[in-house]
């Protein structure tokens, strides 16, 4: 039960893609009329890719992520990694046209990272707050964390992207120049 003693069934369902397109155009309305857009730049990042399926990048025998220590390479057409391109799309279209004062850059880190396969931490992490143990470490199909990624490594280079775009702008590079 929730505080003032509703049940969540008292509530409509609503479709997860209407959900995520209404959350978005509320926080771009928002982006729209209370940042200053001669003092803020607003960057949005789309989503980060799951690798849990070896099978979709060739790898029959493959554990989730487990043992994968090359990026996809030489790959034609679509990976179909389970990203729901339809959120996806759902991002890039509220970020280019929600908040029309004020300009949203929408920096896409999916297509690229979807190819890296073997950036994540793997069975070399953390549950709980602890390390796994070798045992745990040899069970990649319950404990590998295909999720979250090394550092240095993919997330890195989507800071470099967001650093590139910042940087890239004329106002940027004017301000960069006359702080020296």
Same mark, same amino acid.
């Given at each position: 039960?929730?505080?003032?003693?509703? *049940?969540?069934? *008292?509530?409509?369902?609503?479709?997860?893609?209407?959900? %995520?397109?209404?959350?978005?155009?509320? =926080?771009?309305?928002?982006?729209? #009329?209370?940042? #200053?857009?001669?003092?803020?730049?607003? &960057? &949005?990042?789309?989503?980060?890719?799951?690798?849990?399926?070896?099978?979709?990048?060739?790898?029959?025998?493959?554990? $989730?992520?487990?043992?994968?220590?090359? /990026?996809?390479?030489?790959?034609?057409? /679509?990976?179909?990694?389970?990203? *729901? =391109?339809?959120?996806?799309?759902?991002?890039?279209? +509220?970020?280019? @046209?929600?908040?029309?004062?004020?300009? +949203?850059? &929408?920096? #896409?880190?999916?297509?690229?990272?979807?190819?890296?396969? *073997?950036?994540?931490?793997?069975?070399?992490?953390?549950?709980?707050?602890?390390?796994?143990?070798?045992?745990?470490? @040899?069970?990649?199909?319950? %404990?590998?964390?295909?999720?979250?990624?090394?550092?240095?490594?993919? /997330? #890195?280079? =989507?800071?470099?992207?967001?650093?590139? $775009? +910042?940087?890239?702008? /004329?106002? @940027? @590079?004017?301000?960069?120049?006359?702080?020296?």
């Amino acid at each position: 039960r929730r505080p003032g003693g509703q *049940d969540w069934e *008292d509530h409509d369902e609503v479709v997860r893609i209407e959900a %995520y397109r209404k959350v978005l155009s509320t =926080w771009a309305g928002w982006v729209n #009329d209370n940042i #200053d857009p001669a003092r803020t730049s607003v &960057f &949005f990042m789309s989503m980060s890719p799951l690798h849990l399926s070896p099978q979709v990048w060739g790898n029959p025998n493959g554990i $989730r992520c487990a043992k994968e220590t090359m /990026p996809l390479v030489n790959w034609r057409g /679509p990976i179909w990694l389970g990203t *729901d =391109w339809d959120m996806f799309k759902v991002a890039s279209n +509220i970020t280019r @046209a929600a908040a029309p004062r004020v300009p +949203i850059t &929408f920096v #896409d880190i999916t297509t690229m990272s979807e190819r890296r396969k *073997d950036g994540h931490t793997s069975v070399h992490t953390i549950r709980q707050g602890q390390i796994l143990t070798p045992e745990q470490q @040899a069970d990649p199909g319950t %404990y590998a964390d295909c999720i979250h990624w090394c550092l240095p490594g993919v /997330p #890195d280079i =989507w800071n470099s992207l967001l650093y590139t $775009r +910042i940087m890239s702008r /004329p106002e @940027a @590079a004017t301000a960069a120049l006359t702080a020296r």
